[in-house]
């Protein structure tokens, strides 16, 4: 592979995003932030604008075949009892998911989401519900619904700045409070909030069941995982809700000729799609406790490919990462090419790991792979200037896989139609990612080998079945109902048993 920067190239930019920092800690600018299920320092504070997945393939509901499903998700870890205001979108940030479709790492088209909160009675003590009525919300425009949320989608395209209002005034549904509150809530509040767009498409945003299968306890605890196989871990995420947006769209509508590929293999067959949150540059506090946003927008949050900010990017460069544009992603590559990562693993596991560069990595998170004897002659997810560029990469010529011979391990599992082509909401990338870090894959034949290529974190499914049909994300877990890991207090013993 060539060389995808020079020395002096970085150095500059690392100069320039220094001195960005330098000036924005100079205006004490305070809502300048930083993304991707909180762990960069500044994103912890900022918790409503903090991406945490992104998801993109070709949909796989009965007659969409000719769709693409793009996914983000933001605010994470919510308890679904975190009454009583639950956790609506925020009004102030800039939602949107970006598709770059020439792979010079900006995006060529952007579907930008605003939310408005609207409520009904200010003078009750609760909130998101309350008993304006008869306290049950049974439908998204139930009086019930205290504090709900409208939201517009509009279309931004790169040639010409081309804007295009694609529909206004919908409704999100609430959190999942409970039975009492929330009676049926799938089929009452959460499927009654799927629209359809201009041309065929569908949009949903609302909360979501976290679908991030994955032991984070066993992962920062150095690694000290209760299994490295595919069993045995515990789902931390699980019980977990989250925020959704998803929206459905032609695949004529995000390739760069505005046509369906003819092969896998066509230049207009691989587009690339991350998702931002953006804040006001200026924020002013008034007297009256009101709040007075202005300036441009500046993004805070972004999230492409999984978990590369959270253990390939260092400490020091998490925030300004964040902030960035996939076009200047060449500040980044040095910690792809060497990650540390591998090398914990290398001594964690006692195991061997490929020596840097570490183009294979590059070709999976930073420029897509090209084809190769390894994939055969019709696979690809190569799209990039000769530059790095990190988001996911998603093929649309290639046909979703049978539901009967889908892989959670994609594209190591067989499986082209899954991650890294795109990502799936059922790919477990956290297997899959651990065993790149370790070189347990076909690009880097001496290591794809035991254990590097059986790694994973024992968590191999999601706790709940996901939907087949769009958002496809299962319904959220309710308020109401005990999770494993809580408790009841029992008087007689003075003592607290698990529920």
Known sequence: MRRLF???RLSAMLLGLLTTSLLLNDVAIPTVRAASHSEAPLITMDRFADNTDTYAFRSTETGRDGFVTLIGNWIPFQEPSGGPHYYNW????????????????????????????????????????????????????????NIYQVYSVTRVERAGRRRKLLASGLRTPPSNIGPRVTPNYETNLGQPAVYGLPGGGRVFAGQRDEGFYIDVG?????????????????????????????????IQDLTRTRAIPASPTASDAVIGVWATSSRRSTTVLNRDGTRTLDGPYRQISRLGNPLVNEVVIPLGLKDAFNS????????????????????????????????APRNDLVAIFATGIAV?????????????????????????????TPAANVSRLGLLGGDVAGFPNGRRVGDDVTDIALRAMAGGTPFTPATNVSPNNTLGDGVSVNDVPFLTRFPYLAPPSPGNTPRTSNQTFDEGNNSKKEQ
């Not at 000290?224 to 769209?249: M, P």
């Not at 960035?324 to 790991?353: C, W």
């Open 6 to 8: 020079s020395k002096s």
């Open 372 to 400: 190769n004897a390894v994939t055969g002659p019709n696979y690809t997810t190569f799209l990039s200037d000769g530059q790095p560029h990190e988001y996911l990469r998603l093929n649309v010529a290639i046909p979703p």
């Open 324 to 355: 960035l544009s996939p076009k200047d992603d060449a500040v980044a590559a040095p910690f792809v090419l060497d990650p540390e990562l591998a090398k914990i693993m290398q001594l964690i596991f006692g195991i061997s790991i490929p020596p």
């Open 90 to 145: 925020d009004d102030t940030v800039l939602y949107e998911i970006k598709i770059d479709n020439t792979g010079d790492g900006v995006e060529d088209i952007s579907y930008q989401f605003q939310f408005t909160t609207q409520t009904v009675n200010s003078n009750t003590v609760l909130g998101h519900s309350t008993v304006n009525q008869d306290g049950v919300i049974s439908s998204l425009t139930d009086i019930d619904y």
């Open 218 to 250: 066993g992962v920062f605890d150095g690694i000290n995982l209760r299994s490295i196989g595919s069993s045995g871990g515990v789902d931390t995420t699980k019980g977990f809700n989250v925020s959704t947006i998803a929206i459905d769209l032609p």
